[in-house]
């Protein structure tokens, strides 16, 4: 059975640093392409950031600059170092799959920006 478990969210202040991991129980993971996705309160979700299993990386454009997606195969993992994170950065975020994302999401780690 496919499991996501995220970390790593928390409280912190404009213009401050978050690392979320994840670990992912899923066959063949080091040739799917992971993703970021985020949730914040009466919004849909959104995709973050993206990274195959070479290593290519793909950011929707409200990060770039600030967000790293990065990725430990001999783990099952992937992560997202946030910087200079901003109060929209407020949401519930997500690892899974890309494109299609696993019908089964983990519980989300909340990340929150006091500005």
């Known amino acids: 059975q496919v499991q996501l478990v995220e970390s790593g969210g928390g409280l912190v202040q404009a213009g401050g640093s978050l690392r979320l991991s994840c670990v992912a129980s899923i066959s063949m993971f080091s040739r799917s392409t992971m993703g970021w996705y985020r949730q914040a309160p009466g919004k849909q979700r959104e995709q973050v950031a993206r990274i195959n299993g070479g290593g290519d990386t793909i950011y929707e454009e409200f990060v770039k600059g600030r967000f790293t997606i990065s990725r430990d195969n001999a783990k099952n993992s992937v992560y997202l170092q946030m910087n200079n994170l901003k109060s929209e950065d407020t949401a519930v975020y997500y690892c899974?799959?890309?494109?299609?994302?696993?019908?089964?999401w983990g519980q989300g780690t909340q990340v929150t920006v006091s500005s």
């Open positions: 899974n799959t890309y494109p299609t994302p696993r019908a089964h």
